[in-house]
C-alpha cells in the first residue's frame, strides 16, 4: 500500500487545518464541562468568597492544563523530558475529567434511573471531551503528515538535481571521450599519411636516381652517335638507333619531369618539351631498353 501513487484525478490534501472546527467544539465542549466542574465544584464544598462562588476554578484549572499539556505533548515540547511529562500528565488530566464527568452525572441522574440509562448519561457526558482531543491530534497529524510530504518532496527534487547533475556530467564525460577518440584516430591519420608522403618522397628519389642514370646513359649514347654521324653506316645497323632523338636539352628536360611524374605517357612528354609526341613515345621507349642496366651502355 505505501508504494501505491495516488490517482491521476486525486486532489492535493489541503494545506489548511480548519482551527475554526477546533475552536467550535471547544467552546462547545467547554459549555457543557464548565457546567459539570461547577456543579463538582459546589458539591465538594467550593466556598464563596464575599458572595462570589469559587466552583469555578476547578473548570479552569482542569480543562486549561489539559489543554495546554495536550499542545505541549504534540507541539510545543522542546526536549523529550518536558514532552514525557506533557504526555503523562495530559492523559491522568485527560482521564480524571472522563471520570469526573461521568461521576458527575451518575450523581445527577434522576432518582430511580436505570442502569441502562444512567451508562448512557455516562457516556453521553464523556464524548465532548474526548470529541475534542480526537480533535486535537487530529489538526497535529494533518500538521505532520504535511511537513513529511514536504520532506519527501525535497527529497524527491534532490534527489532528480543529483540525477540530473550525474546525466549532464556523464554527458558531457561521454563527448570528452569521444573528442579523444576522434583525436586519437585524426593523430592515427596524420601519422599514416606521413609515413606514406615519407614513403612516397623515397620512391620518388630512387626513381629520380633511376632517371640521372638513364641520363647519363642517354647522354653517353648522344655523344658516340654525334662521332659516328658522318661515317658510313652498314645496312645492317641496329634500327633502334636510328630512332633516338639526338636533342638532349629535350632529353634532359623530359627525365626531369619523369622524375616528378613517372606515370605520363609518351605523347603527353614530347609536347611538354617542345617535341613531337612520337618523339615523345620513342624517348620512353629507349629508355625501357635501357632500363634493365642503366650504368651499362652500348659496346
Same mark, same amino acid.
Given at each position: 500500500m505505501d508504494g501505491m501513487t495516488a490517482p491521476a484525478h486525486a486532489k492535493p490534501a489541503s494545506k489548511h487545518d480548519h482551527l475554526w472546527v477546533l475552536a467550535v467544539v471547544a467552546v462547545a465542549v467547554l459549555a457543557e464541562v464548565w457546567a459539570s466542574w461547577v456543579g463538582i465544584g459546589a458539591m465538594s464544598g467550593f466556598p464563596r468568597i464575599d458572595d462570589v462562588p469559587t466552583d469555578w476554578v476547578l473548570a479552569v484549572a482542569v480543562e486549561a492544563y489539559w489543554g495546554y499539556a495536550l499542545f505541549a505533548w504534540l507541539a510545543a515540547a522542546p526536549g523529550p523530558r518536558s514532552r514525557t511529562m506533557a504526555m503523562w500528565s495530559c492523559a491522568v488530566v485527560f482521564a480524571l475529567s472522563l471520570v469526573s464527568q461521568v461521576s458527575y452525572h451518575e450523581l445527577t441522574a434522576p432518582a430511580g434511573a436505570t442502569p441502562g440509562r444512567r451508562f448512557v448519561i455516562g457516556f453521553a457526558s464523556a464524548l465532548?471531551?474526548?470529541?475534542?482531543?480526537?480533535?486535537?491530534?487530529?489538526?497535529?497529524? $494533518?500538521? &505532520?503528515?504535511?511537513?513529511? #510530504?514536504?520532506?519527501?518532496?525535497?527529497?524527491?527534487?534532490?534527489? +532528480?538535481?543529483?540525477?540530473? !547533475?550525474?546525466?549532464?556530467?556523464a554527458s558531457e564525460l561521454d563527448a570528452l571521450r569521444a573528442e579523444i577518440e576522434a583525436t586519437q584516430k585524426a593523430l592515427a591519420t596524420a601519422q599514416s599519411e606521413r609515413a606514406d608522403a615519407q614513403r612516397t618522397a623515397q620512391e620518388a628519389t630512387a626513381k629520380a636516381e633511376v632517371m640521372e $642514370?638513364? &641520363?647519363?646513359?642517354?647522354? #653517353?649514347?648522344?655523344?658516340?652517335?654525334?662521332?659516328?654521324?658522318? +661515317?658510313?653506316?652498314?645496312? !645492317?645497323?641496329?634500327p633502334r638507333a636510328t630512332e633516338v632523338p639526338n636533342d638532349v636539352d629535350a632529353q634532359a628536360e623530359a627525365l626531369s619531369i619523369l622524375a616528378n611524374e613517372p606515370g605520363i605517357s609518351g605523347a603527353k612528354l614530347g609536347p611538354r618539351v617542345g617535341m613531337s609526341a612520337r618523339w615523345g613515345q620513342l624517348f620512353l621507349k629507349g629508355l625501357a631498353t635501357t632500363g634493365a642496366d642503366p650504368e651499362g651502355g652500348e659496346s
Open positions: 465532548p471531551v474526548v470529541i475534542l482531543a480526537l480533535i486535537a491530534i487530529l489538526v497535529h497529524l $494533518r500538521h &505532520l503528515d504535511r511537513e513529511e #510530504a514536504a520532506e519527501t518532496e525535497e527529497r524527491e527534487h534532490v534527489a +532528480a538535481a543529483s540525477a540530473q !547533475r550525474e546525466a549532464t556530467e $642514370r638513364k &641520363l647519363a646513359v642517354a647522354r #653517353a649514347r648522344s655523344a658516340r652517335t654525334e662521332k659516328g654521324a658522318n +661515317a658510313p653506316r652498314s645496312k !645492317r645497323a641496329d
